[in-house]
């Protein structure tokens, strides 16, 4: 059985992508959710931008299409 390397975007901390990604799947809803629930980008903050980035892209893949539910 292969291991399958995950992708650290917390250094300092250790924190994968995917910890990153359960936590917003469990109900966070913005970096400093990520922040607090596992200490991402609270270290030397080289981690910042790809945890925004992380963040962004799991909010926007769950928004709603607005267009397709309008009520008239």
């Known amino acids: ?3 399958k390397k995950q992708r ?3 250094v300092c901390n250790g924190i994968t992508e995917n910890e990153v990604l359960r936590i917003l ?3 966070a ?3 400093e959710d ?3 629930l596992t200490s991402a980008a609270t270290g030397c903050g080289r981690c910042k931008s790809e945890s925004e980035a992380i963040v962004k892209q799991f ?3 769950k928004a709603p299409d607005l267009q397709t ?3 008239f």
Do not use: F, H, T, Y
């Open 25 to 27: 799947k469990r109900g």
């Open 1 to 3: 059985m292969a291991i």
């Open 59 to 61: 909010i926007e893949s």
């Open 69 to 71: 539910n309008i009520d």
């Open 8 to 10: 650290v975007v917390c």
């Open 29 to 31: 809803r913005n970096l």
């Open 34 to 36: 990520v922040k607090k």
